[in-house]
């Protein structure tokens, strides 16, 4: 079943500004995970955060983690045309070696050049 | 990074015949990997976990007997769609995780897009 749940489901911008997507979950985690699909691709893993972990940067990404509020965004900053995609967050729970991760609905992200 | 493959990436067949999908870990070995089915603008839902040399473990709902999966060697598991029917239209991503790397990080295929008629 699903688990992650990211808002906005859509979210349309202008090139050069910032993009936030946010995740909720339910249970505990031992991390989450952020991918990016485009169109009728596969998903890229973007950046894991730790459940430990607070905050994490990449580039342009910018992921915060809330594990009392059960929650993580994703920031993409200097946003360009080319990050027009949809952003899936993942949560995972490592059980007896074995980690299967639960995608959300996903946000949508168009960027406007 | 790892790179995980599949075969075919879009396929049209007729109600009633079978489609097999392979779903390949290139350059890494994985003695797991997962099977998911994702509609139009919807999330990813996991079908399956294939295991390396045993049987695979199917989430609630998903018929074994209509979704055969078969993970023979460490870098190769196969789907097929047992007497496809046009409901069974949609995109099917595999999977592969590093056995060798951090476990928590999953590769993804291409997907394969499947149009039943």
């Known amino acids: 079943s699903q688990q992650g749940e990211e808002d906005p489901q859509a979210l349309s911008i202008q090139e050069g500004e910032n993009a936030t997507m946010n995740c909720s979950y339910k249970t505990s985690i031992n991390n989450l995970q952020w991918y990016r699909q485009n169109s009728g691709r596969g998903l890229v893993h973007l950046i894991l955060?730790?459940?430990?972990?607070r905050e994490k940067h990449s580039g342009r990404l910018r992921v915060t983690l809330d594990t009392s509020k059960k929650s993580s965004s994703l920031l993409i900053t200097a946003s360009r045309a080319a990050d027009t995609a949809s952003y899936f967050c993942a949560t995972g729970l490592a059980s007896g070696g074995s980690y299967i991760p639960t995608f959300g609905r996903g946000t949508s992200l168009i960027v406007h050049p | 990074g790892a790179v995980v493959s599949q075969h075919p990436s879009w396929v049209i067949c007729k109600s009633g015949t079978s489609v097999k999908i392979e779903c390949r870990s290139l350059?890494?070995?994985?003695?797991?990997m997962f099977w998911y089915r994702q509609f139009p603008k919807q999330s990813l839902m996991l079908m399956a976990t294939?295991?390396?040399?045993?049987?695979?473990?199917?989430e609630q709902g998903v018929e074994k007997d209509k979704f055969l999966i078969n993970h023979a060697s460490l870098t190769l598991s196969t789907l097929t769609v047992t007497s496809a029917h046009p409901e069974d239209s949609s995109f099917y991503i595999c999977?592969?995780?590093?056995?060798?790397?951090?476990?928590?990080?999953?590769?993804f295929g291409p997907g394969t897009r499947l149009l039943v008629l």
């Open positions: 955060i730790r459940s430990n972990e």
């Open positions: 294939s295991n390396e040399g045993s049987k695979a473990t199917y």
């Open positions: 350059d890494f070995q994985a003695t797991t």
């Open positions: 999977s592969a995780r590093d056995t060798a790397g951090w476990q928590e990080t999953q590769y």
